[in-house]
T-cell receptor, first 113, second 110 residues
Framework: SQTIHQWPATLVQPVGSPLSLECTVEGTSNPNLYWYRQAAGRGLQLLFYSVGIGQISSEVPQNLSASRPQDRQFILSSKKLLLSDSGFYLC????????????FGPGTRLTVL | QKEVEQNSGPLSVPEGAIASLNCTYSDRVSQSFFWYRQYSGKSPELIMSIYSNGDKEDGRFTAQLNKASQYVSLLIRDSQPSDSATYLCAVEAGRRALTFGSGTRLQVQP
């Protein structure tokens, strides 16, 4: 069966510091991978998606970036965090077409102070 | 206009009742529809997917889709306190990924 991992689970970072969040998927090959952000009391905002190694598409221009160095690894990064980057970061995977079901990891709760 | 709209709630129902959650979407080319359940502080969990007009049942859950009216609903029969959560509607419309509504908070009163 498929499993998706995210770490860290929680993170508190000062404004201007760098960020690296990692997501890995087990039990499937060549998944589509996604990064979402959920602000408090809000819906999910798609940040990035990837259909394969090195292939990243950005949905929202901002100070975040994503990379996919391996088939089942997806990394979200920032060089300098802003207060507005606080939120619940969720990685998700799917297989097949983009209309297929997506499954979420446990998430990382980021607080920028 | 929001692409996917849901009433934020809270929707309060007594234990054992039917909870009805609704979602409307704006893009007529949408083909795939999903309901996720999200407990406070946790990540969304997929509970239902529906692709064709009509009803789809899975245990106590029934998803209903009406593409002509552009709405999708979720019925929860015999609601339990453990069903208390936020329910997210998600729609795929030929774009790159899903578009989510802001969610409806359901409270089941014991």
């Amino acid at each position: 069966s498929q499993t998706i991992h995210q770490w860290p689970a929680t993170l508190v970072q000062p404004v201007g510091s760098p960020l690296s969040l990692e997501c890995t998927v087990e039990g499937t090959s060549n998944p589509n991978l996604y990064w979402y952000r959920q602000a408090a009391g809000r819906g999910l905002q798609l940040l990035f998606y990837s259909v394969g190694i090195g292939q990243i598409s950005s949905e929202v221009p901002q100070n975040l970036s994503a990379s996919r160095p391996q088939d089942r690894q997806f990394i979200l990064s920032s060089k300098k965090l802003l207060l507005s980057d606080s939120g619940f970061y969720l990685c998700a995977w799917s297989v097949g077409s983009f209309g297929d079901e997506q499954f979420f990891g446990p998430g990382t709760r980021l607080t920028v102070l | 206009q929001k692409e996917v709209e849901q009433n934020s709630g809270p929707l309060s129902v007594p234990e054992g009742a039917i909870a009805s959650l609704n979602c409307t979407y704006s893009d007529r080319v949408s083909q795939s529809f999903f309901w996720y359940r999200q407990y406070s502080g946790k990540s969304p969990e997929l509970i239902m997917s529906i692709y064709s007009n009509g009803d789809k049942e899975d245990g106590r859950f029934t998803a209903q889709l009406n593409k002509a009216s552009q709405y999708v609903s979720l019925l929860i029969r015999d609601s339990q306190p453990s069903d208390s959560a936020t329910y997210l509607c998600a729609v795929e419309a030929g774009r790159r990924a899903l578009t989510f509504g802001s969610g409806t908070r359901l409270q089941v009163q014991p």
